[in-house]
T-cell receptor
């Protein structure tokens, strides 16, 4: 079974802190994603990576950066956390060359509260 | 731009059928998906339909696609309390990596 693991399920951080959200997948997938989920807004894509050290901005990249130094690991970084970044963050992965929607696997989510 | 819309909430009685609706704007959508999110969990793919199909049935789930009206629905027969969750409609086109999600419909199944 594909496993996408988000190391932190629940975090509380202070405004201005640097925050790292880590995601690891065990299926050698090329593509990895970070989404943000907010009530009434669905999932919005923050960043996407299609290979090691490669990244593309999604729909809402402002205030975030990402790092993909190894194929299995994709990190989301909040350089200076703000209260409007309080949200649920979902990591996902999928293999390349396939229709994403039926091959994408999601982690269980990281609930971030910025106070 | 691309947009996917869903109603936010649906309540049904156990044993009844549930119908969750979704509309989308992208006429070049290739695949349309339904995902389920249980409390505290990530998203799980329930079913999907290719844009040249009108209907797909999978056990208790029936997906109907009206391409002319850009309307997608998910019918759950004999709804159970374990079906209580948030259901997301999503679409993509060609082999795009980008999934466009709706806002999610919270389904509450009353005993």
């Amino acid at each position: 079974d594909v496993k996408v693991t988000q190391s932190s399920r629940y975090l509380v951080k202070r405004t201005g802190e640097k925050v790292f959200l880590e995601c690891v997948q065990d299926m050698d997938h090329e593509n990895m994603f970070w989404y943000r989920q907010d009530p009434g807004l669905g999932l919005r894509l923050i960043y996407f990576s299609y290979d090691v050290k490669m990244k593309e901005k999604g729909d809402i990249p402002e205030g975030y950066s990402v790092s993909r130094e190894k194929k299995e690991r994709f990190s989301l970084i909040l350089e200076s956390a703000s209260t409007n970044q309080t949200s649920m963050y979902l990591c996902a992965s999928s293999p390349t060359g396939a229709y994403t929607g039926n091959t994408i696997y999601f982690g269980e989510g990281s609930w971030l509260t910025v106070v | 731009g691309e947009d996917v819309e869903q109603s936010l909430f649906l309540s049904v009685r156990e044993g009844d059928s549930s119908v969750i609706n979704c509309t989308y704007t992208d006429s070049s959508s290739t695949y349309l998906y339904w995902y389920k999110q249980e409390p505290g969990a990530g998203l799980q793919l329930l079913t999907y339909i290719f844009s040249n199909m009108d209907m797909k049935q999978d056990q208790r789930l029936t997906v109907l696609l009206n391409k002319k009206d850009k309307h997608l629905s998910l019918r759950i027969a004999d709804t159970q309390t374990g079906d209580s969750a948030i259901y997301f409609c999503a679409e993509t086109h060609d082999s795009s990596y980008k999934l466009i999600f709706g806002s999610g419909t919270r389904l509450l199944v009353r005993p």
